[in-house]
């Protein structure tokens, strides 16, 4: 699914995705700040962070968002995707780490 896609980010405050052959829009999902970070395409879903103070997670196949985080400052770095965690920078100097929950113990 994700071959045939092209998924980026712009100033006008909307993360895009296109049809990679034809450039035909699939779908748009709107924030509140432009998006000069780049998103990262992980199995079927993106991250992406704005400058609305926000990461995003939002679904490939037709762009709803299914989770976010509000940071409060900028987010214009590009996310990286290690071992089904998500890190990212923003503008109040801090890196961000997120993934699932630990699984509690069942002892």
């Not at 034809?22 to 395409?41: C, E, I, L, Q, Y």
């Not at 400052?73 to 997120?98: L, M, T």
Request: some cysteine.
């Amino acid at each position: 699914m994700t071959a045939d896609r092209v998924v980026f980010g712009g100033r006008d405050k909307r993360l895009h995705c296109v049809e990679k052959a034809t450039g035909t829009a699939v779908w748009t999902f709107n924030t509140r700040g432009k998006v000069d970070s780049s998103p990262v395409v992980v199995g079927d879903k993106v991250v992406v962070g704005s400058d609305d103070g926000r990461v995003y997670l939002v679904s490939l196949q037709d762009g709803k968002e299914l989770w976010s985080y509000e940071i409060g400052q900028p987010v214009g770095s590009s996310p990286a995707v290690v071992q089904g965690k998500v890190i990212i920078g923003s503008e109040d100097g801090r890196v961000y780490c997120f993934g699932p929950a630990p699984a509690k113990s069942t002892k």
